[in-house]
């Protein structure tokens, strides 16, 4: 007994200096962690931009491709549990307009800038700059932001809005389990893309002609949190970066719903660009074939086809699916639904959205990727594969659509 007695005094000892330990160091980061501006991704006209951003205190959750699952785990802690910076003051800059804005409780901000001079630039990107006017601290440099706007030049023939979980980024979303062991355990470079997705988003962007610029928009429920992580997986797997519109989640045991946000916000897409005809990619999964349903039925003859990638192998949802489509063809639009990328791809070179010759690159980009070789994985992934799903394309040939 004094044995045990001895070991468990030794252990609690121990323990006692880890937490003395882990709160000083805590300390120390509440009060050195610098503050920094974060200013997402945008996207605007010649005579408008929308400019969103968050201000907080920078917890340097980067990842490295030998990072650990423990690794992984620590910076994934960092990333959900942001310290925002509320009701801070900054000041934000584009195109020679400039505006005072205050952060929300949670440290957002958000804008709309009219340039100072139309901007009639053939480019995709355009910078808009913040600076933190309060809080400040009184030891540290200026805190200022830099972030991107993407402006649709006029070689444009249509835009792609898309999802992401499970559209263009293996995530498991109908399994809570799945999820939440590759939101926790995996980084940018052992998260898996769907095979044949980098190189389908880059033929949409170049269009038939492939110098179309065509705009690429992610509408996704993933927070905010993880906007930096999508980002890098993006560039690494070098799929098109645009504009992200994510959610803010504040991790209570009720997961936001999809359709007000995702609604909401390609409704503010496809209100800004009347004239641009629109191609809505997403899942089986959760709700985008309804929402997407009622995008087109809210916007009819703007949507050019609907592709949903079937992730659920249920054929009741698969059927349910299917009988949306009617409404879809109504409305002038068409739906696939099918669990390959060659699907969407082989119907958008038949509608000459993009070029028949790129569909060589993406079925040998994604033959590459299902068995391991060429571009990805990035690194050693352990993200298990999503389960294959039944075939099914719903479109308006199909009998009985």
């Known amino acids: 007994m004094t044995k045990w007695r001895s070991v468990l005094g030794n252990i609690a000892t121990d323990l006692q200096s880890r937490v003395a330990t882990a709160r000083r160091e805590a300390d ?161 470079r052992t998260r898996l893309p769907f095979p044949g997705v980098s190189a389908f988003y880059r033929a949409l962007q170049d269009g038939a002609d492939g110098a179309a610029l065509n705009p690429i928009f992610y509408v996704s429920s993933s927070p905010w949190n993880l906007y930096h992580l999508l980002t890098e997986f993006m560039q690494l797997q070098e799929i098109p970066l645009g504009p992200l519109m994510l959610r803010d989640w504040d991790f209570a045991l009720q ?49 050019l086809a609907a592709y949903i990638r079937n992730v659920t ?23 696939i639904l099918a669990d390959d990328t060659m699907a969407a791809a082989r119907h958008a070179a038949e509608n000459g959205w993009i070029a028949s010759g790129s569909l060589a690159g993406i079925s040998s980009e994604k033959s590459k990727e299902e068995i391991g070789k060429a571009g990805t994985p990035i690194g050693e992934a352990s993200t298990t594969p999503a389960p294959v799903a039944p075939t099914v394309v719903v479109d308006g040939t199909s009998p009985g659509a």
């Not at 899942?283 to 949507?303: L, M, V, W």
């Not at 009988?323 to 002038?332: D, I, K, N, W």
Request: proline share 6%.
């Open 255 to 303: 997961r936001p719903k999809h359709g007000p946000h995702k609604l909401g916000a390609i409704s503010q897409i496809m209100d800004l660009y009347p004239d641009l005809p629109v191609i809505l990619i997403g899942d089986s999964g959760q709700e985008d074939p309804e929402i997407y349903s009622e995008i087109i039925a809210r916007y009819p003859k703007r949507i």
């Open 313 to 335: 192998p249920d054929p009741g949802r698969s059927a349910a699916i299917r009988s949306l489509a009617e409404e879809v063809v109504r409305a002038g639009s068409t739906l």
């Open 28 to 188: 120390e980061v509440l009060v050195r962690d610098p503050l920094q501006i974060v200013i997402y991704r945008g996207y605007g006209t010649a005579e408008r931009a929308f400019i969103t951003g968050r201000v907080l205190e920078d917890e340097g959750a980067r990842s490295t491709a030998s990072d650990s699952r423990w690794r992984n785990l620590i910076n994934a802690l960092k990333r959900l549990e942001s310290d925002e910076v509320p009701h801070a003051r900054l000041s934000v800059r584009y195109a020679g307009a400039q505006q005072d804005v205050v952060s929300d409780e949670e440290g957002y901000f958000s804008a709309w800038l009219v340039p100072a001079v139309a901007n009639t630039s053939t480019t995709l990107w355009h910078t808009a700059e913040a600076e933190l006017i309060e809080p400040r601290r009184s030891d540290s440099e200026a805190v200022l932001g830099n972030g991107e706007i993407l402006v649709p030049p006029p070689s444009a023939k249509f835009a792609v809005i898309s999802d992401i979980d499970d559209t263009v980024l293996q995530t498991g979303a109908t399994d809570l389990v799945r999820m939440a062991r590759a939101t926790l355990f995996e980084n940018a």
